[in-house]
């Protein structure tokens, strides 16, 4: 019990990645009670505006589709350390203007846009950095690991954050909670500046004058890693749009308060971390069907929950859901990384950012006007039929890939 405990997470033995670790759980807490509460500001301030709640969404998630090739581009050539200490620096003052503008009395809905768009710039930058940085804190050997777990403290803070933050905001209102993500970023900047740099594990060279399209064509050169990244591109768009559809059900289909959407998220984030766990014992690339099962199985379970009679239904399918989503994210994820040159990981970390979240201004609108017309349900419905039926065609192009690449039967010759 003690190996197999100790093999879960043996890339916590690498004292960077502890550090590192333990500032992203107490900053991603923040985040994601700032999430709640940021979306929980938008449908007060509207009457519950399934629009605008979708507009917040896509200006936060806009520069991510506009930047984030640029954001991997700084991360192959510049120091992550320094790169991850001044974004966490800059999301700590945004979010705490934003906290200060509703302490004051004074928030209207375009301080919301405006600091979700500030944010969403933030965010091109550190994401494709983040997720590459965690390759020179702990090897190749180790990176499967690494980021599992890195997927598990993300899913810890989803499940604390809702819980914490629901009731916070029914006692104290939005502001403290915004106050309180501000402070939150404090831990990974103090964590980022108590490692030792000669203790990373970069490659041997670092590209001087890294390119943006150089990058573009090593990823069109790999036809394994444009099917996993078209695949996480569609799903993205119609599927991952959950930051909008949890509260659209918890207050238009469930007619219940932020304690209801607190379950909801929460449901779905202890799901996501059951996924993250299993995946901590991966050693090695996965094959290209784990990615496409996960992605049917998420398709499916996601149209299961959009026709959940109720919130407590909701929050077991919910629960699935997340299981299913989290580990088709982790298995693209590592697909992507451990295919990919170190030389081009940070620009192909954001090629995956690109496609993973800079789709999702316009799943968010598209979403955002599906859910004002039909309801909140047909959210989630067409998103698990769209996503099912691309894992379909998913499946078809990797057979004829397969049988491209499959080496021709040397024929026999028979003796008389």
Known sequence: MDKKFNGMFRSLSVRNFRLFTA???LSATGTWMMVMAQDW???????DSAVALGTVTALQFAPILL??????????????????????????????LLGLSQLSGAAQLWHVYLIALALGVVNAVEVPTRMSFVGELVGPELLPNASALSAAYFNVARIAAPAVGGLLIAAAGVGPVMMLNAVSYLATVIALWRMRPSEYKRAARRP??????????????NP?????????AVISLFGL???????????TVFHTDATTFGLLTTAFAAGSLLAALATTARRGRPAAGTVILAAAAFGLLTTAAGWAPGPLSAALLLALTGFSASYFAQAANHRVQLGSDPQYRGRIMALYTLVLQGSTPFGALLVGRLSEGF??????????LVSLAAAVAAYAV????DRRTRPEPVPTSSSS
């Open 398 to 401: 990797q057979r004829a890939l």
């Open 67 to 96: 930047l984030t090739l640029y954001g991997g581009r700084l991360a192959d050539r510049y120091d992550k350390r320094r790169l991850l200490t001044w974004a966490n620096l800059a999301s700590a003052a945004l979010a705490g």
């Open 208 to 221: 001087e004058r890294p390119r943006v399209v150089d990058g573009l064509r090593y990823a069109r050169s």
């Open 23 to 25: 500032g992203q759980v």
């Open 375 to 384: 309801g909140a349900r047909s959210g989630l419905l067409v998103g698990g």
């Open 41 to 47: 500001l938008v449908l007060s301030l509207t009457d």
């Open 241 to 251: 749009n959950f930051q909008l559809t949890l509260p659209l059900m918890a207050k």
């Open 224 to 232: 394994d890693l444009l099917l996993v990244l078209a695949l996480v």
